[in-house]
């Protein structure tokens, strides 16, 4: 007997909604939409050579002059929402340092 078509689009669905749970976005992808929030939020363009994203810890690491840090800083709270946007609730990073 063949299945409804709609019946197997549902168990494809739910297979890719259960991969989707865990699977997380590549380190290079979440240091380029970092990257993306951080110019929309404060207009600074950096370079991936200036991020580090450590995903065990979910933690962003900004390896620029302590004065960009400190403008950065400033701007923390946005930066991360922005990069929630972005990402996704379980992919984002959880704290900049």
């Known amino acids: 007997m063949k299945k409804h078509p709609s019946q197997n689009e549902n168990q494809l669905g739910n297979l890719l909604l259960r991969y989707k749970k865990h699977f997380k976005p590549p380190q290079a992808s979440v240091k380029k939409e970092c990257l993306v929030a ?27 002059p302590s004065i960009l840090k400190s403008e950065l800083k400033i701007s923390y709270k946005k930066i991360l929402t922005e990069a929630e946007t972005l990402l996704g609730k379980d992919s984002c990073p959880l704290t900049i340092i």
């Open 38 to 64: 951080i110019k929309n939020i404060t207009g600074l363009t950096l370079t991936e050579k200036q991020l580090a994203y450590t995903p065990n810890t979910r933690t962003l690491v900004l390896q620029v």
